[in-house]
């Protein structure tokens, strides 16, 4: 089951039964299966279709304390140190054989339960959420689970929910609320939740733009570090028509020696799909609303663009990797 994006918290009526609200976390969705008659050992199973187990040795290790036949749906995260980080999920999710173990060490990974959608070879799908979450507490308690095994806080106080959003999603690793319906059952497939990611204002360098000078469709955006270097931090999603010919009207081309020529650029984080960009001048200052996930201090949603920031220059921007302000209000 999947969730659809919103900008602000649904009224209560809004789904069956009066909603829950969990935190999101920012990690990769995953299924996981305990042993069944059917099945010899753990899978986990990513939203792409990938059988992901063996990249994650630690969790195989600790299932032997969960029970048969059980299904549960959740987020895989991982530490870095004593904070999630993304990028070591990254790099856990792409080992294997003897780094696979070593990163297991390093870097270890947790199951953040939220649903559950077997137990004891029952299938729960037509029961009601309270009822799977009932089942979910339940089987935590009764076996006595520990990391790795976590259970995702969930309230049903709506101040507690904007608590959550405003000051948890200032923790690496946690971007927003997840809100279901007490009452709806669980249908693969359709986007019957909904899910906020808590978003920021700041600001990026126009290096480059999608479409053409007089009509650009979005625009990609960087920053420079301490030497210099100009980084892309983000890309836009698509223009608005106004604003579209408000920026074609402060465009420059690019003049030699940019600092992105020969740059190859892909149609979305983690994409190889080639992305036609015009490059450029670096000259313009771009207000932007973003989220909170970002990897390697670049953003990995696409930005909404808000406005020209014609009071700023380019050196005015904050550096390469340092975060964005939050949002008044």
């Given at each position: ?8 918290l649904p ?8 909603l ?6 920012d990690?990769?969705r995953?299924?996981?299966?305990t042993?069944?008659?059917a ?23 600790a ?39 070593r ?37 935590f308690?009764?076996h ?12 049903s ?9 405003a ?20 249908l693969?497939?359709v ?8 978003r ?10 999608t ?37 074609a ?28 960009v ?8 771009a ?14 949603h ?15 921007v ?12």
């Amino acid at each position: 089951m999947l969730a659809q994006a919103r900008d602000r918290l649904p009224p209560p009526g809004a789904l069956p039964g009066g909603l829950v609200f969990q935190p999101k976390f920012d990690g990769y969705r995953a299924l996981l299966f305990t042993p069944s008659p059917a099945l010899g050992s753990m899978i986990l199973h990513s939203r792409r279709g990938a059988f992901i187990q063996g990249r994650f040795p630690d969790l195989g290790q600790a299932a032997g304390k969960l029970p048969d036949g059980l299904v549960l749906d959740g987020e895989l995260v991982a530490w870095d140190g004593e904070q999630l980080s993304f990028e070591a999920l990254q790099r856990r999710a792409a080992s294997s054989g003897r780094t696979a173990v070593r990163l297991a060490e390093e870097l270890p990974a947790h199951f953040i339960a939220f649903d559950v959608l077997q137990a004891g070879s029952q299938e729960l799908l037509r029961e009601p959420y309270a009822r799977r979450r009932q089942k979910l507490e339940g089987l935590f308690s009764e076996h006595g689970l520990i990391a790795p095994w976590t259970l995702c806080p969930e309230t049903s106080d709506v101040r507690t929910a904007q608590e959550w959003l405003a000051s948890w999603t200032q923790v690496p690793g946690l971007e927003g609320l997840v809100i279901r319906g007490r009452d709806q059952r669980y249908l693969p497939g359709v986007r019957g939740w909904y899910k906020i990611r808590r978003r920021n204002t700041t600001e990026g360098i126009v290096g480059a733009i999608t479409g053409t000078l007089p009509r650009p469709q979005s625009l990609l955006m960087g920053r420079y570090d301490q030497d210099g270097a100009l980084h892309l931090v983000a890309r836009s999603t698509q223009l608005p028509p106004e604003s579209a010919r408000r920026v074609a009207g402060r465009l420059t081309a690019a003049r030699p020696g940019h600092p992105w020529e020969g740059l190859r650029f892909t149609t979305s984080w983690a994409s190889r799909t080639p992305l036609d960009v015009v490059l450029v001048e670096p000259a313009l200052v771009a207000e932007i609303d973003v989220d909170t996930a970002q990897d390697r201090g670049a953003w990995r949603h696409q930005v909404r663009f808000i406005r020209l920031r014609e009071d700023m220059a380019p050196q005015d921007v904050a550096a390469f990797g340092e975060g964005a302000m939050p949002a008044a209000g």
